[in-house]
């Protein structure tokens, strides 16, 4: 990877549950935490500050257990708990790779990861150590969506990169529902609000919005994508607010 292409110093990356669990119904695919990090080697390898935040919909949703008669707030709490199982086999997988890795927790659990310390968090960035924040925002009724766009402006990132499961970018409707869904190659942060698109939820797109955060939404699992996207090739769709069109 030609330095000159370098399009971002520090990004954040958005790993669902879903994306980490490849072509499993369930769980973590190693092959795909082995995909990640190979990639994240080659971009730290570039001097590029490289911050993610993992979902938990691989092992437990929120939403659905509070369907099923849960309360909203111990659904939740649980759904934090996934967050971390994801960030310690991602940690896992990065180590095995020699990348230096650290990961953060919005909730206290002081065994197996570091509080979320903002100043911290930066400080390891830039000695060239991947973060990994989980536990969400620390708080029920945030998504990991929400706390994606937050920790991307807490520490100041060009990007916000959202890697899905098998969808390239951005559609008017599920395109594994819909093969006549129509593709966004680009958007502002307004028109995916007004749109009501589904790709992340709203709280996180406005916030992106009123800090000026671009969005890429891409596919994990197309060849190299984390890479691509890194370097600045037009894949999957951008989201930008109208004053950086």
């Known amino acids: 990877m030609s330095k000159s292409k370098l399009k971002f110093k ?4 958005k790993l669902s549950g879903e994306a980490l669990m490849g072509n499993k119904s369930f769980g973590i695919d190693p092959n795909i935490l082995d995909l ?11 001097n590029i500050e490289v911050a993610i935040v993992v979902g938990g919909g691989n092992f437990w949703r929120g939403a ?11 659904a939740d709490y649980a759904g934090m708990l996934a967050t971390i199982i994801n960030a310690l086999a991602l940690q896992d997988a ?13 909730i206290t659990i002081q065994a197996i990861a570091e509080p979320h310390i903002r100043r911290r968090a930066i400080r390891h960035l830039e000695k060239k150590r991947v973060v990994i924040f989980a536990g969400g925002t620390g708080n029920p009724y945030m998504t990991t969506d929400t706390a994606a766009a937050l920790r991307a402006i807490e520490i100041n990132a060009d990007v916000l990169l959202v890697a899905k499961n098998k969808v390239d970018g951005v559609y008017d409707s599920d395109p594994r529902k819909n093969p006549h869904a129509k593709k966004y190659s680009r958007l502002t942060h307004r028109d995916a609000m007004n749109l009501q698109l589904e790709v992340m939820d709203i709280t996180a797109f406005s916030l992106c919005k009123q ?14 994508s984390i890479v691509r996207v890194i370097e600045g090739e037009d894949i999957g769709t951008i ?4 004053e950086m069109e």
Do not use: Y
């Not at 790779?97 to 927790?105: D, E, G, K, L, Y």
């Open 36 to 46: 990640i990090a190979g990639q994240i080697k080659k971009v730290n390898d570039q």
């Open 94 to 106: 990065l180590e095995n790779h020699h990348i230096v890795a650290r990961t953060q927790s919005a």
């Open 211 to 224: 800090n000026k955060v671009p969005i890429i939404v891409f596919d994990l699992q197309e060849k190299d």
């Open 10 to 13: 520090r990004v954040l990356l």
């Open 64 to 74: 659905s257990a509070e369907a099923s008669g849960m309360d909203r707030a111990t």
């Open 239 to 242: 989201v930008t607010s109208e």
